[in-house]
């Protein structure tokens, strides 16, 4: 009987409910992109509304009969749609694909190990995301529509059902959403943490591992660590809109004319907890991608990761300042300024540990061979959007500018680089490199080409051109930008950056085409189609349940790359150092 | 130094290059993941705690403890589930020296410890909502005191429920014969862990 017979098991259990780290990654995976269709969607609506915000559009009106009327956005359906672009982006595309898809697909194939620690609680992990994506998707569908209060969800919006269309069932659903989101989350994070800590093979040493594991392990602690203020935030939440109480609320709440009998609570508790989580969040999803750009600029430039044990170290300070940073968010809440003094100064002070991190990857490409391949131009296109997007962070950590750009579409430019296109590139970054892996074929890469060119492009120029929005005044979630006269030097803006984010957008279908062509289509893929040195290119593409015949023995470090002039040339952290010449002799 | 072939089978390297693969905290993951398991909910309680903080300083007024709760019943609560974690460390050390029958007695009388705090709580609540609080109000001061009272104490009380349905499990897989001590003691790693989190709740709630 072949090995393939032994494994025979019935659909159900090796597609749907299955445990093996790599489905489930997979699984997590085409989440993701399937989420994506609706976020990136929602946000076509948003731009199409700010490029022609008095248009008439019959059209859209008979598609969407819920969000139109009479060929008009509803105002209050706008909100529904920038609420739900961002949380659904945040934590339902980007954590999904960055985190959960490539941390399980990833994790035990980079440390030697032949599952996670605990695959049924993977499963259920992945089995407890899917209700959570349902009851996202589900919340357009009640009446009322779907959360409007913004993806931060501040009370007193989101905690009254009066305050707004969106905050009935939308705003109940999205919490609910939420909480299984955590759970789901928390649940892979234990599996993650657990497993790099006590599942490497033989020889992976902490400082042995390539820097995608040492990232997902920071974000997964970071995790494990922030997720739960926002767990008491939403539990507050949901109790002050359903059981009566004021956590959040204070008295004197006036809604439609009407005093409510709330007292007592405070809404800064609300921002308080939220950013607890909100701002470790940024980095729990952009560490993974600047992890796998190190991995990726490392293999297509052939040359050492410069600086490896620094990059872990800076992760290690990044992960810690996220800690303690959160309040660069609340400078207009009225908060004391000595205390805002204090969040500046640590604010800017994570400049420099992600300088070092940018900095250690252009160093990495010096005298490098680089192969331009998609995955490499998506990994050097992040370099540059770390640059910008960290620019436009010191304007926003710093309280005194903050001041004047805050809640301002510069916010909005800034944001959409560090979690946009840093993570984005690095879940294309991901994808195109570990692709002959995951399916055991190779994907195209002159469509990959083409992909990477209008994405770039696109949200290049309409990121920058929002943050001159920003500074000209134009607030973010304008429904209607020409409302206001003294912004009208920079509103004509908003039409270009529609136009690049429709090509960015149609370029996402050209990668989709991609993606599943080359996954029935595409040319077979050999072991280790790259030449790299890290463990998972020593076993078959795709890989085989348990992932090897025999763990691997580890005896070097992840990058070992050479470019003498002549060759380049590797080795796999799997070859043995050469016996001394007694030995030989 | 050229591409080196992968799997090229020369003599194997000496052991002495091994570096990882022994677990930083000599701990199995069983006992690794409920450990990072307790930090989140020990974080989930810390936020609640840290809430309830905020709130009662941005409150001008906050109700003397001692006129609402009848101290020297919750002083006998906390002993109760204090001694608990005693004979759940009894039992831990009796389940590794496989003297499964006395592990068995010492998890059913830290379950029993656990009943007898959850019915105590339970008088307790019954006593200050038939005395008018409620989660939306309370005669003693500002609203949120009571709403933080129920769900702090209703949280921790549910993981105190949680724990005796779990230590119920293990008492009868000792019974069996089929629990390790391994299970034992994970399972008293929770415990502990619902008993620090009264440690914490029992003087910032009830004292301070």
């Known amino acids: 009987m072949s090995a393939e017979a032994v494994h025979a098991e019935s659909f159900i259990r090796r597609y749907l ?10 699984q997590y995976l085409l989440t993701a992109f399937f989420m994506g269709l609706f976020a990136v969607g929602w946000s076509i609506l948003i731009r199409i509304q700010l490029a022609w915000p008095h248009a008439n559009l019959p059209l859209l009106s008979r598609l969407f009969p819920g969000l139109y009327q009479d060929g008009v956005l509803l105002p209050e359906r706008y909100l529904s749609l920038v609420t739900m672009h961002g949380t659904v982006m945040v934590f339902f595309v980007i954590s999904f694909a960055l985190v959960s898809g490539f941390g399980n697909f990833i994790i035990p194939l980079h440390i030697g190990a032949r599952d996670m620690a605990y695959p049924v609680l993977n499963m259920l992990s992945y089995w407890t995301a899917v209700p959570a994506c349902i009851l996202m998707i589900a919340s357009f569908f009640v009446p009322d529509g779907a959360a409007a209060a913004g993806w931060t969800a501040y009370p007193p919006l989101s905690a009254l059902p009066q305050a707004v269309p969106g905050s009935g069932w939308g705003q109940t659903l999205w919490l609910l959403g939420m909480a299984l989101f955590i759970a ?6 234990l599996n993650f943490v657990t497993t790099i800590l006590n599942l490497r093979t033989k020889g992976m040493s902490m400082f042995r591992m390539p820097l995608t594991v040492w990232t997902l392990f920071i974000s997964s602690v970071l995790g494990i660590l922030a997720f739960p203020a926002l767990t008491a935030a939403a539990i507050m939440l949901l109790l002050d809109r359903h059981g009566g109480t004021s956590f959040f609320l204070p008295s004197g709440l006036v809604v439609g004319g009407q005093v409510l009998e709330h007292s007592g609570g405070t809404p800064l508790l609300f921002q308080h907890l939220f950013w607890f989580l909100g701002h470790p969040e940024v980095y729990i999803l952009v560490l993974p991608a600047i992890g796998i750009a190190f991995d990726v600029v490392a293999v297509f430039g052939r040359r050492p990761v410069f600086g490896y044990r620094t990059s872990i170290w800076a992760l290690l300070v990044i992960g810690v300042l996220s800690m303690i940073v959160w309040g660069h968010h609340m400078f207009t809440s009225g908060m004391n300024p000595y205390l805002g003094e204090y969040f500046s100064v640590a604010t800017v002070a994570i400049t420099v540990p992600f300088a070092v991190l940018g900095m250690n990857l252009i160093a990495s490409l010096w005298r490098a061979e680089i192969r331009l391949h998609p995955a490499m131009l998506f990994a050097l296109a992040m370099i540059a959007a770390i640059g910008l997007g960290g620019l436009g962070g010191l304007w926003l950590g710093t309280a005194s500018s903050d001041m004047y750009l805050h809640d301002s579409y510069f916010v909005v430019g800034h944001f959409h680089f560090m979690i946009g296109v840093v993570t984005a590139f690095g879940i294309f970054a991901g994808t195109y490199y570990w692709f002959p892996k995951m399916f055991g ?3 195209d890469q002159r469509l990959g080409k083409i992909h990477f060119w209008a994405t770039s492009v696109g949200v290049f120029f309409a990121f920058i051109a929002m943050h001159f929005l920003g500074l000209g005044g134009v607030l973010r979630r304008t429904y209607d930008p020409t409302a206001y006269e003294y912004t009208a030097s920079v509103t004509w803006l908003n039409l270009p950056i529609s136009i690049a984010l429709f090509l960015a957008a149609a370029a996402q279908v050209v990668f989709l085409v991609n993606f599943f062509w080359s996954m029935f289509r595409g040319q077979k893929a050999e072991a280790n189609p790259w030449e790299a040195a890290t463990l998972e290119w020593t076993t078959p593409s795709p890989a085989p349940h348990l992932n090897w015949r025999e763990l691997p023995s580890v005896f070097r470090g992840p990058y070992e790359y050479r470019t003498d002039g002549r060759a380049a040339g590797y080795r796999s952290q799997v070859v043995p150092d050469e016996p001394p010449a007694e030995v030989r002799a | 130094m050229t591409t080196v072939a992968m799997g090229s089978s020369e003599t194997a390297a000496p052991v002495a290059h091994w570096q990882g693969g022994v677990s930083p905290f000599a701990v199995s993951w069983q006992k690794l993941m409920m450990w990072i398991f307790l930090v989140t909910d020990a974080l989930l309680f810390a936020g609640f705690l840290a809430s309830y903080g905020f709130v009662r300083l941005a409150s001008p007024a906050w109700p003397e403890q001692n006129e609402v709760f009848p101290m020297l019943k919750i002083a006998a609560m906390t002993f109760v589930l204090i001694t608990s974690s005693a004979t759940m ?19 059913a009388l830290t379950a029993l410890g656990g009943l007898l705090f959850l019915l105590a709580q339970a008088t307790e609540w019954a006593t200050l909502i038939a005395e008018g609080a409620r989660l939306t109000h309370n005669p003693w001061g500002p609203a949120p005191f009571a709403a933080f009272f129920f769900m702090i104490t209703g949280f921790h009380g549910s993981h ?18 089929r629990a390790t001590g391994m299970g034992v003691e994970v399972a008293g790693l929770y415990w502990h862990f619902v008993d620090v989190v009264w440690c914490f709740i029992f003087p910032l709630f009830y004292l301070l």
């Open chain 1, 184 to 189: 789901s989350f928390t649940m892979g994070s």
């Open chain 1, 441 to 443: 074929r190779m994907i």
């Open chain 2, 89 to 107: 460390a009894t039992a831990v050390g009796a389940a590794h020296r496989r003297d499964l029958k006395r592990a068995m007695v010492f998890v």
């Open chain 2, 160 to 177: 105190v429920l949680i724990g005796v349905i779990l230590l119920t499990v293990v008492a009868l897989r000792l019974w069996r014969g």
């Open chain 1, 17 to 26: 409910f299955s445990t093996d780290h790599k489905t489930i990654g997979k």
